[in-house]
């Protein structure tokens, strides 16, 4: 009987399902503790609010998924908000040459980051950081002071709500609905999406088998880019300002939704759908805060850093288990 | 080129010495009295004098970061870690009005943090920079935990020594930063540590069949990092009177990597230099001097930082001077090197 040694659930689903598992643990708790935490705007008010972290976290999975990192999103998402406001409101330029515009600048951007780190053999960690020092500094010299955006279609966009029985999505949220949708297409029905995964699970096999490497990591950086690019206009629209001091340190929210969502850091293994629960839980973190009332706010900022730790650990675990049944797996010699 | 002059120019602290040599030239012409050095109530006083004290937490940061990459690691919270370090030594000196206490108490707080990261590394097994971003992520929150969300103010005239005193002339954290980075290179030429240590780098395995005890060692490079980091963060708040656990410290990580970087310490672990890294420090506080005092917008920094950073990366990158070697030469020298290299091949 060979085959009591496979387990009847995929294991790369582990991950995956222990986030789903704490999600619904926490939305639990909130419903016990808390009068009105099930109301359906609750948990629309996650997508309106976590809309920029979703779209960016959404680019960060492919990068990790590749076994890289990006931190520079953070500061490509307060560029995008303040160069679409310097252009529009200083430049009187329209937004709808503004916004195609900033979206490519900001695929652009990854892309270069990706072409040092391919040809160049340098890490990614060290070049995005030099990236995310660049677009910091470019937003200070836009201007060091908020520029608030009055466009008419920025401000009909804000106000633009999309209803849902009593409830309803903002424009924001609704961007970010359709880049999960992209996502998960181009993860899981493209080429693209096969070869970046093939890329996270060893890029030298990948190579090997003739799939385009450089390509595929010069566009995942473009990709992660521009969905910063993306998020910084649904940010502008959220703010309706830009300012250089938006989203500091939202780098390090994506990566922890993106690994709370159970992708692996060292790449190949992870789930967009696991990204998009890992928002959900920062989000829910925030919102049981919020509702507790007597909470502070740097709790949030413990609270994921613990989860962080667990989940990492338990990726530890994952992994060693991993590499233990193919060592039994293996034949004896 | 004579042997003398190809020798100098591989030495390993050339580059960043020229830099620093350069940047202190242009300061010099643009601000004639750049360098010039006054005795004021009992200390000496001047641009470079100031260049020195506001070097010093960078310098000691970095130092402990240098020995934390040279393992093949890296440590992203000291920002973090600073900034809980300072919160601790701010709160314990209002409530207990004892210098000694409050350092004691930063300095413990710090080693623990730092000691924390290593155990995740060493002990878990996590990759350096996620095992750090845990500590990074959540460092900021246990520091306003710390001081409850509030700037607290630091009314105690003792404390003011360590970041604004003055020793034998010098600035107090300068000296001490100085005292820091030689007693370490004392300790790592005089022991076979710093050998340990290059022997990590560049072959963790290797080293450890070799029977280098890499793991302890790793912890404790790790303490270190965070004992340095609470050093810095004792100076850092003691300069301007307060801890503040969202601003203190901030990119404080990126500055000390950066700093590691321009020393000539190969991000990839194994070649490492103490002095290297006390100069990248100077570096990044002299331009930081620069850019104020050229007029350009203190903001900018960031991007001639982060230009930097691009430089001196693709400098180490053996993919980069490559191709840069192949563009250099003329075609024809390009058929002879390849003609010359082909029976070998």
Known sequence: MSAITLPAFDRRLVPLSGTLLLFFAMVAFGALAYDGFLAPQVFLNLAIDNAFLLIAAIGMTFVILTGGIDLSVGSVLALTTM??????????????????????????????????????????????????FVARGLCYLIDTESIPVRDPLFVSLAEMRIPLGQSSLSSGAAIAIVTVAAALWLAHATRFGRTVYAIGGNA????????????TLVG????????????????????????????????????????????????????????????????????????????????????????LFLFCVAQRLIEGRAQKMKNERRPPA | MSAGARRVLTLPLFWPCVTLALLI????????????????????????????????????????????????????????????????????????????????????????????????????????????????????????????GQIITIYYPPYDYLGNGFLLGLPFAAVLALAVIVALHALLTVTPLGLFIRAIGINPLAARIAGVRARPITLALYGFCGLAAGIAGLIISSNVKSADANNAGTLLELDAILAVTLGGTALTGGRFSLAGTAIGALIIQTLTS????????????????????????????????????????????????????GPSA
């Open chain 1, 83 to 132: 160069a679409a406001a310097a252009l529009i409101e200083h430049a009187q330029m329209s937004p709808l040459l503004v916004i195609p515009l900033l979206l490519a600048g900001g695929a652009v951007f990854g892309a270069l980051q990706g072409f040092l780190i391919h040809r160049y053999r340098l890490q990614p960690f060290i070049v995005t950081l030099a990236g995310m």
């Open chain 2, 25 to 148: 030239v242009l300061n010099a012409t643009v601000n004639p009295g750049f360098l010039a050095l006054e005795w004021r109530d009992g200390h000496l006083y001047g641009n470079l004098i100031d260049i020195l004290n506001r070097a010093a937490p960078l310098a000691l940061v970095a130092t402990g970061m240098t020995l934390v990459i040279a393992a093949r690691g890296l440590d992203i919270s000291v920002g973090a870690v600073v900034a809980i370090a300072a919160a601790t030594a701010a709160l314990c000196v209002s409530a207990t009005s004892s210098l000694g206490a409050a350092i004691v108490a930063a300095l413990a707080v710090a080693l623990a943090c730092g000691l924390w990261n290593g155990l995740l590394v060493v002990a878990v097994g996590m990759q350096p920079i996620i095992a750090t971003l845990i500590l990074m992520v959540a460092g900021r929150g246990i520091a306003q935990l710390i001081t409850g």
């Open chain 1, 204 to 215: 030298r096999s990948a190579a090997l088998m003739g799939l385009p490497v450089g390509g």
């Open chain 1, 220 to 307: 995942v950086y473009a990709l992660s880019g521009f969905c910063a690019a993306l998020a910084g206009i649904t940010m502008t629209v959220y703010m309706l300002s830009g300012y250089s001091l938006h989203a500091v340190g939202l780098e390090l929210d994506a990566i922890a939704a993106v690994v709370i969502g159970g992708t692996l850091l060292t790449g190949g293994v992870g789930y967009v759908t696991g990204t998009v629960v890992g928002v959900l839980i920062l989000g829910i973190i925030q919102t049981l805060v919020i509702f507790d009332g007597t909470l502070s706010s740097w709790w949030t900022r413990i609270v994921v850093g613990i989860l």
């Open chain 2, 290 to 341: 620069t850019i104020y005092s050229l007029g350009v917008p203190p903001e900018v920094n960031l991007v001639f930082k982060a230009a930097l950073i691009f430089v001196v990366m693709l400098l180490q990158s053996a993919e980069f001077r490559a191709s840069i070697r192949q563009f250099a030469m003329r075609p024809a020298d390009l058929t002879e090197v390849s003609k010359a290299a």
